[in-house]
């Protein structure tokens, strides 16, 4: 079955670089996200990778996938106060149809900045 | 562009009441939206897939008779909570594929979602 695993949480200071890691199990995975939620709000897409990738830069988001061992993760470079936020790895998996567009998350990484 | 609203954002209502809560996508046409709830500090859980036309396919364990879901137009989806008890106290959120062909699209778009909360 599908399983995305996320560290809990996650404390830097402003300034220095934050990396989240994600793990995930099914083999089949398409495509995998990184999304941001903010307190009491929904989720903000903040990039996506092709499972046939290994990393996709934009700007100060770096993610970097090790598919042979199913590892995901997002680095945010000179992370700000404003980027404390829940962050969620997801995979899409296609079966044969009947999953699709279907999101799996993981528990999402609580990202806290300090000044 | 790729806006998705929720309404209300907040409601809350008695033990034993409906809630209607509506999901529109403001600029694009969905054939897919899909409605996720998410407890506290948790992630968020698939409860069903929404599609404009047809019934809604339901997650194991979600029951459709108590969350009913209509997808009526290719911009809004509704999910209604029936006879709501406090454990249904949650946050729900939608989401929607632009796209009416049928063909695949890899991005979703979130709606803020709806708090709810049973009394």
């Known amino acids: 079955g599908e399983d995305v695993e996320q560290s809990l949480f996650l404390s830097v200071r402003e300034g220095d670089s934050s990396v989240i890691n994600c793990t995930y199990t099914d083999s089949s995975s398409t495509y995998l996200y990184w999304y941001k939620q903010e307190p009491g709000a929904g989720l903000q897409l903040l990039t996506y990778?092709?499972?046939?990738?290994d990393m996709k830069q934009d700007q100060r988001l770096t993610v970097l996938l090790n598919k042979k061992d199913k590892h995901l993760s997002l680095r945010i470079a000179d992370t700000q106060t404003g980027d404390s936020a829940i962050y969620f790895c997801?995979?899409?998996?296609?079966?044969?149809?009947?999953?699709?567009?279907?999101?799996?998350f993981g528990q999402g990484t609580i990202l806290t900045v300090h000044p | 562009g790729a806006v998705v609203s929720q309404h209300p954002s907040r409601v809350i209502c008695k033990s034993g009441t409906s809630v209607k809560i509506e999901c529109r996508s403001l600029?694009?046409?969905?054939?897919?939206m899909f409605w996720y709830r998410q407890f506290p500090k948790q992630s968020l859980m698939l409860m069903a897939t929404?599609?404009?036309?047809?019934?809604?396919?339901?997650e194991q364990g979600v029951e459709k008779d108590k969350f009913l879901i209509n997808h009526a137009s290719l911009t809004l989806s509704t999910l209604t909570v029936t006879s709501a008890h406090p454990e249904d106290s949650s946050f729900y959120i939608c989401s929607a594929i632009p796209g009416t062909s049928g063909g695949r699209s890899y991005e979703q778009y979130f709606g803020p979602g709806t708090r709810l909360t049973v009394t």
């Open positions: 600029d694009f046409q969905a054939t897919t």
């Open positions: 990778i092709f499972s046939n990738m």
């Open positions: 929404s599609n404009e036309g047809s019934k809604a396919t339901y």
């Open positions: 997801a995979e899409t998996v296609y079966a044969g149809g009947t999953s699709y567009g279907k999101l799996t």
